[in-house]
């Protein structure tokens, strides 16, 4: 009964070689093979690292993704927002305290997300769910000089630079439209977008370079009694 | 029943007032002086001196008391009151120099409108800019401030309609302001009799300049209404981030000059003025800021008319360096006239430094000298010489506490 006893070998090969496809399958889902790490550098005109500039990244080819929603906080310390600028996916939600002993009044009348969060000290409102993806400025209708930014964003990989203005993420192999924001960039959107092939290494760079300088960052160590 | 509902009023308005108390911003300053000075007396003592202590006045000295509130009333009103103690030389004690309600809707589509309705100051100064209507970089207010804290003040409604470029991409935010009040129909008084002085006394609402019986100010009350005709102002305001602030106003009060106050018979006097004032601040603690105002000031009693122009200027650098701030100014002021033997022409310059030191935020510290000098007719009347050299030198203990001063 040999046929019988070889089928049943070649039966076991099949098998064996199917639990390796379905391991190299779900590898390739954990962490995809033809990957690399895309490292988007930011530089003043005159050379400089910009730190704190928003970076987003799309795939222009295959179906779309999105980064899984967050949960986070933007405190109001001393009559100023902590931090000034968060960068969230569309779908997550942001909780407003107030941590200061004078109360806030937070408004926002940016077209991606329109709320009030009326007169209030400590933690009395929910969070603010953010649907649309748009830049949102935020104020403080009692103190004039308070002011954030929320970006929310579509983006499957987005982040902001670091103190060497850089920053990096691990992305498939294939063709992308990155994008720059920071509320104190005065280049135009299209300088600020590049579209790039990550392929056939395992290490890509972009180096943006800007066209003007950025707008001066704002006066910090004024104190806040005054009336700006 | 009657002790029930007797009862639950009593429940509700201890409920209302916790409540209130809650919510209610309040601040309590005390700030002393010790002065040495060789001024003329001040105005308020009935002389012609420049600065707010003459020589008389060398000695410790209450520079102000403050009280000020803040009530929310619902979610876009507020209530607010600055009352003071200056010295004892006023009507009362304690005078309220500014009390106003706030109107403050939330901003819509990069527009941003404020309304305050009540008594407080117009919108020109680029100096005092602290709580109190006070300058964080001297004792001391540059002449046009001084001007404005002695005798103008909106008793009437102001509106503001913003732009805020800032909040929608853009580098500058743009507002236009208008003002329309009545009560101030003897702003002048002091401009034309005193000239110009740097002080940091503001006249209360109710409030009175120089004594009665003394000349030349005789007790006159700035904010008094004669001619029943409103005053109105307009202004433009254009910003560059949080780094530059241009603000232009122009200021009338419509009086009648020929009007008198039946009961007093005092004079209505029509003043006119307009301002300009840049303020710059850079990095590292640094301030530069000038200002201008010219104007003129007329009555016309008995088919006289007589008038006097006035041009008030400053040029303040200021640098703040940890818990110090240092500032240095320079004043110039001219008052010209038609008046026979040219009453009350005056022109004058005046340096001011300081040196501010906030120990923690209820401790300053303050040192600060200034020099006046100025020729004046009137002084030269009253057996003055007619150029005069006028230093006054304070050291502040300013200790202040309050609901958000931690």
């Excluded at chain 1, 995809?32 to 928003?54: M, N």
């Excluded at chain 1, 933690?123 to 000089?145: A, R, S, W």
């Excluded at chain 2, 809650?22 to 007396?41: C, F, G, I, K, Q």
Aim: aromatic share 10%.
């Amino acid at each position: 009964m040999r046929p019988p006893a070889r089928a049943s070998r070649s039966r076991s090969a099949a098998a064996a070689a199917g639990a390796l496809l379905a391991l190299a399958a779900l590898f390739a889902a954990a962490r995809p093979a033809a990957a690399a790490t895309l490292v988007v550098s930011v530089q003043t005109p005159d050379g400089h690292a910009l730190p704190g500039a928003v970076v987003t990244v799309r795939p222009l080819e295959g179906s779309p993704r999105h980064a899984a929603p967050v949960h986070v906080v933007m405190d109001q310390v001393n009559r100023s927002f902590a931090p000034d600028l968060l960068v969230i996916p569309v779908g997550s939600t942001v909780e407003f305290p107030n941590s200061d002993s004078v109360s806030h009044q937070i408004y926002s009348f940016s077209s991606a997300k329109r709320f009030q969060l009326p007169l209030y000290r400590g933690k009395p409102y929910p969070p603010v769910h953010f649907d649309q993806p748009g830049v949102i400025t935020l104020g403080c209708n009692i103190h004039d000089e308070m002011l954030a930014y929320l970006l929310v964003t579509d983006a499957p990989w987005y982040g902001r630079t670091s103190e060497g203005g850089s920053w990096s993420a691990e992305v498939p192999h294939g063709h992308y439209r990155v994008e720059l924001w920071h509320p104190r960039l005065r280049d135009n959107e299209v300088d600020l977008r590049r579209e790039l092939t990550v392929a056939d290494a395992d290490r890509a760079e972009l180096t943006l370079r800007l066209s003007r300088p950025p707008q001066p960052a704002p006066l910090t160590d004024r104190p806040h009694s005054w009336d700006y | 029943m009657e002790r029930r509902l007797y009862r639950l009023a009593l429940r509700l308005i201890l409920l209302a007032v916790a409540g209130a108390s809650r919510a209610t911003d309040w601040e309590l300053s005390l700030d002393t002086r010790l002065v040495t000075s060789d001024a003329y007396p001040s105005f308020m003592d009935g002389g012609l001196g420049a600065v707010r202590f003459g020589s008389d006045d060398s000695g410790l000295r209450l520079g102000r008391a403050r009280l000020a509130v803040t009530q929310p009333l619902g979610e876009l009103f507020s209530a607010h009151l600055d009352a003071s103690v200056f010295d004892d030389k006023d009507r009362s004690a304690l005078g309220v120099t500014e009390a106003y309600l706030f109107f403050r809707p939330y901003p819509r589509a990069g527009y941003r409108f404020r309304l305050k309705a009540g008594g407080f100051y117009p919108p020109v100064s680029l100096e005092n800019r602290s709580a109190g209507w006070e300058s964080p970089y001297t004792l001391s207010y540059s002449a046009i401030d001084s001007w404005l804290a002695v005798e103008v003040r909106t008793i009437g409604l102001e509106g503001q309609l913003e732009w805020l470029g800032t909040r929608t991409g853009h580098a500058f935010d743009l507002g236009v302001t208008g003002g329309v009040f009545g009560w101030n129909d003897r702003a002048g008084v002091m401009v034309a009799s005193n000239g110009f002085v740097l002080t940091d006394r503001q006249t209360p609402l109710f409030g009175r300049l120089g004594q009665p019986g003394v000349k030349p100010l005789n007790g006159a009350e700035p904010f008094m209404e004669i001619d029943h005709r409103a005053g109105a102002y307009a202004g433009l305001e254009a910003r560059y981030l949080d780094r530059a602030v241009l603000r232009v106003l122009r200021y009338d009060n419509r009086a009648d000059p020929t009007q008198a106050d039946t009961v007093s018979h005092v004079l209505a006097w029509e003043t006119r003025f307009t301002s300009a004032g840049l303020r710059v601040e850079a990095d590292h603690g640094w301030t530069a800021i000038v200002q201008w105002l010219g104007g003129d000031t007329t009555i016309a009693p008995q088919s006289m008319t007589l008038n006097w122009p006035f041009q008030a200027q400053f040029a303040l650098l200021s640098k703040r360096f940890g818990r110090n701030t240092l500032s240095a100014r320079y004043d110039r002021f001219a008052v010209q006239t038609n008046a026979p033997e040219f009453y009350g022409a005056q022109d004058g310059h005046a340096w001011t430094a300081a040196y501010l030191f906030d120990l923690d935020a209820h401790w300053r510290f303050a040192l600060e000298c200034v020099r006046v000098v100025s020729s004046s007719v009137n002084r030269e009347e009253q057996g003055g010489p007619p150029l005069a050299t006028e230093t006054q030198w304070q050291l502040a203990i300013r200790y202040a506490l309050g609901s958000a001063i931690r």
